[in-house]
């Protein structure tokens, strides 16, 4: 289920997440909670979808590869600078 939920920022920036939301999402006190930034606004999620979205993103992406390529890069231009 999706919806429109409104809230109000608080004391220190806090927001309090209706109590339908929370149950819904079975998220109790304590849980981590993350807030996506995208171009379309905020997204709320938990640690798990966070993660999903994350392994989703990167899981066509080759990012060790990506990463030793750009090290040696970043090698060839140490060494022509101290030529």
Do not use: C, Y
């Not at 979808?49 to 040696?72: G, M, N, Y």
Request: charged content about 30%; proline content about 1%; glycine content about 6%.
């Amino acid at each position: 289920m999706s919806g429109t939920f409104s809230m109000t920022v608080g004391n220190k920036g806090r927001i309090v997440l209706p109590a339908d939301v929370r149950a819904r999402h079975d998220w109790a006190e304590g849980t981590t909670l993350i807030a996506l930034e995208t171009d379309d606004g905020i997204e709320i999620l938990d640690r798990a979808h966070a993660l999903k979205l994350v392994r989703a993103q990167f899981a066509e992406t080759d990012v060790v590869s990506e990463l030793i390529a750009e090290r040696h890069a970043e090698a060839a231009r140490d060494s022509a600078s101290e030529s």
